[in-house]
């Protein structure tokens, strides 16, 4: 509890055994509740998470979107705070995002991800200018100006819910969720740069660069079409 505030952390896992028993301890106290959604893993992501105090609930649908849906829904907490297992977002600025959405009358904040050191990968490279190739076409589409199209850590009102359906259950609904709360809850969501080290994820990733990137723009083109 933080400001008279129940508050949840959603985590989508698929196999992150390794990197959601480094998350999770870091977490600030004054979270309420932890649930990990568990889509199809074959490691021990489940056990390691229920062991360290999360609440587990499965999707079997395989998807970023999906996961996610079935943990915003599962989730209690009067405002959500969503990171990836891989420990790759700092949770340190949990308190930081969340003291900007009560001071300011936020409803949705999207942590923009400002990179202060770049792991020696070709793959790092990629993402980055990846993420910047998207979050242009996204401002060419819908107009909305973003730092970060791709950011998977946000900070927002669970109420917002019922405004903001997404429909995507892959890759592309983290840029959707983005869109949709930019554009119905107006100057109320706004974007917040946190210092993000772009450094190996724990664990093998799922990503694959060229393919998720490619299915991430055509569903720009095509969520133009329906907006």
């Known amino acids: 509890m933080r400001a008279n505030h129940k508050i949840s952390v959603v985590i989508p896992c698929y196999n992150e055994e390794a990197g959601i028993a480094k998350v999770i ?5 004054f979270v309420d509740e932890i649930v990990v959604v568990d889509n199809n893993s074959t490691d021990s992501t489940a056990r390691v998470a229920q062991s360290l105090g999360a609440r587990v609930v499965r999707e079997t649908r395989q998807g970023y979107g999906a996961a996610y849906k079935c943990g915003l829904r599962a989730a209690e907490g009067d405002v959500i705070i969503t990171m990836d297992g891989d420990g790759t977002y700092p949770a340190h600025a949990i308190s ?26 070709l793959n790092m490279i990629q993402r980055y200018v990846g993420n910047i190739v998207l979050t242009f076409v996204t401002w060419l589409l819908f107009g909305i100006r973003l730092r970060d199209s791709q950011s998977g850590m946000w900070v927002f009102r669970s ?9 995507s259950d892959g890759m592309p609904f983290s840029e959707e969720l983005k869109i949709r709360a930019f554009k119905n809850l107006k100057d109320r969501a706004r974007e917040v740069p946190v210092q993000f080290k772009y450094v190996l994820r724990i664990g093998p990733s799922k990503l694959n660069l060229w393919g998720d990137g490619l299915k ?10 329906k907006l």
């Open 216 to 225: 991430n723009m055509l569903y720009l083109f095509k969520l133009r079409l």
């Open 25 to 29: 301890p870091t977490l600030p106290e």
């Open 96 to 121: 930081y995002l969340f003291d900007i959405m009560i001071i300011e009358d936020l409803e949705f904040i999207s942590a923009a991800r400002i990179p202060i050191h770049f792991a020696h990968s």
């Open 159 to 167: 109420r917002i819910l019922d405004d903001v359906r997404v429909l």
